[in-house]
């Protein structure tokens, strides 16, 4: 007996055993699998692409899918200023290659006005087996001044057990965000572990000053351990109580 086509389960698209579903987005942004290989070669085009970045894409990616698409309409959310929509891209690594292929990430990043969270994965030994791991990223413009070009940074959380890794789109309130304030609330999960999106910019400035600070009063602290003389170690130690103080302060904002 032939099976009706219409009554079968619809397949989404995954990378590996990521998919939309398993990092808890709704079903209405999922891609139907059929529709979610994307070809290296439309990422190409008439790009001048370096060695290096050639090098990645062929050699570090095995398969590049599309996992999802949020819009206004499907996350009934108000639209935005900034992004008319959120993709979600699964990056799959070759087995030789183990770190966030941040050039890829930038190369089709750049291409779409669109946010995209970047769900890359790869295999890797673990307890004499090997495990399957997944790292979400995206590209962000940093704060800077007005008038000036922008420059953008790509962001990648830690790596976990695919299992693990999911995003969280609960918290927005419907009533009154829009795809904008998704995008801003994906962006602080990826890079703050933190759904609140609000004062982004701000917080990110803030996290870069203090890994700064944090690395000065380092620095600065093996500097009055090694120093000899009595004048330059207490010149260090005048440096390393102010940088200290500003870490402190800082860290309580």
Same mark, same amino acid.
């Given at each position: 007996?032939? =099976?009706?086509?219409?009554?079968?389960p +619809?397949?989404?698209? $995954?990378c590996?055993?990521?998919?939309?579903?398993t990092?808890?987005?709704?079903?209405?942004?999922?891609?139907?699998?059929?529709? *979610?290989r994307?070809?290296k070669?439309?990422?190409?085009?008439?790009?001048?692409? *370096?060695?290096?970045l050639?090098?990645?894409?062929?050699? &570090? @990616?095995?398969?590049? =899918?599309?996992?999802?698409l949020?819009?206004?309409?499907?996350?009934?959310?108000?639209?935005?200023?900034?992004?008319?929509?959120? !993709?979600?891209?699964?990056l799959?690594l070759?087995?030789k290659?183990?770190?966030?292929?941040?050039e @890829?990430?930038?190369?089709?990043?750049?291409?779409?006005?669109?946010?995209? @969270?970047?769900?890359v994965v790869?295999d890797?030994p $673990?307890?004499?087996?090997?495990?399957?791991e997944? =790292?979400l990223?995206v590209?962000?413009?940093?704060?800077g001044?007005?008038? $000036?070009v922008p420059v953008?940074?790509? #962001?990648?959380?830690?790596?976990?057990p695919?299992?693990?890794v999911t !995003?969280d =789109?609960?918290?927005?309130?419907v009533?009154s965000a *829009?795809?904008?304030d998704?995008?801003?609330?994906?962006c602080a999960q990826?890079?703050?572990?933190?759904?609140?999106?609000?004062? !982004?910019?701000?917080?990110?400035v803030?996290r870069?000053q203090?890994g700064?600070?944090e690395?000065t009063?380092?620095?600065l602290?093996?500097? $009055?351990?090694?120093?000899? &003389?009595a004048? +330059?170690?207490n010149?260090? #130690?005048?440096? !390393?109580h102010?940088?200290? +103080?500003q870490?402190?302060a800082?860290?309580a +904002?």
């Amino acid at each position: 007996m032939m =099976t009706d086509a219409s009554h079968m389960p +619809q397949r989404f698209a $995954h990378c590996g055993s990521i998919s939309a579903l398993t990092l808890g987005l709704p079903a209405a942004t999922a891609i139907p699998e059929e529709k *979610s290989r994307l070809p290296k070669a439309m990422f190409v085009g008439h790009a001048q692409l *370096s060695a290096k970045l050639r090098q990645r894409l062929t050699n &570090d @990616v095995a398969g590049i =899918t599309m996992l999802a698409l949020m819009r206004p309409a499907n996350m009934r959310l108000a639209a935005g200023v900034r992004v008319p929509e959120i !993709l979600v891209i699964g990056l799959r690594l070759s087995p030789k290659a183990t770190t966030v292929p941040t050039e @890829v990430i930038e190369l089709i990043a750049a291409q779409r006005r669109s946010g995209i @969270v970047f769900a890359v994965v790869r295999d890797v030994p $673990h307890e004499g087996s090997v495990r399957e791991e997944c =790292t979400l990223a995206v590209r962000r413009a940093l704060p800077g001044r007005a008038g $000036h070009v922008p420059v953008h940074e790509v #962001f990648a959380d830690e790596w976990r057990p695919a299992g693990e890794v999911t !995003l969280d =789109t609960d918290g927005i309130d419907v009533a009154s965000a *829009s795809i904008d304030d998704l995008w801003a609330s994906l962006c602080a999960q990826v890079i703050l572990g933190s759904a609140d999106g609000a004062d !982004l910019d701000a917080r990110i400035v803030r996290r870069a000053q203090i890994g700064q600070l944090e690395a000065t009063v380092d620095k600065l602290a093996r500097d $009055h351990q090694r120093a000899k &003389d009595a004048d +330059q170690r207490n010149e260090i #130690f005048a440096k !390393l109580h102010k940088a200290r +103080q500003q870490l402190e302060a800082l860290r309580a +904002q």
